[in-house]
């Protein structure tokens, strides 16, 4: 699909996304398999149990870079990460409210079902900015979008 973007200075700028006819090009084991191991273990571990381990996931994912460095220092690091994961975001500024927002999302084909993974990006985010990070992505569409919002204390 391809969306116009309006504003800047320039020819005028497309973005891309793939529609949910791509989804037959993604390989559907690896979503099968992990919506499996997520069921079993929030079953086998229980609630409490099962939001520690999201929580260790997150750890291990933002890693053991310290959020050190400007604000937009680290938000370059979390965008890189994200991209890493398969989250390319782009950031919209209003007031002291930063927002990252995805075309798509990696795990489009889970999170309807296991909305909580969302909840570990937006902890990953956190970890790497510093700051708390809330889940505002669409998980309701075709295509789910990532989207992550922080507020910062001044205009960033």
């Known amino acids: 699909i391809d969306e116009p973007v309006r504003g800047g200075v320039g020819k005028p700028a497309n973005v891309y996304r793939l529609t949910s006819n791509a989804s037959t090009l993604t390989p559907k084991a690896y979503d099968a398999m992990l919506a499996t191991v997520l069921d079993a273990t929030r079953g086998r571990v229980g609630e409490r149990g099962y939001e520690a381990i999201l929580n260790d996931v997150a750890d291990k994912l933002a890693g053991d870079e310290p959020s050190t460095g400007t604000f937009d220092e680290r938000l370059r690091g ?36 296991h909305p909580e993974l969302c909840s570990v990006v937006a902890n990953v985010i956190a970890r790497r900015l510093g700051r708390p990070v809330r889940d505002c992505c669409n998980r309701s569409d075709e295509l789910p979008r990532c989207c992550f919002e922080t507020i910062v204390g001044r205009a960033a």
């Open 78 to 113: 979390a965008r890189k990460l994200l991209a890493q994961i398969g989250a390319n975001v782009e950031v919209q500024r209003s007031g002291n409210t930063v927002r990252l927002r995805g075309s798509d999302c990696p795990l489009a084909s889970l999170v309807s079902v």
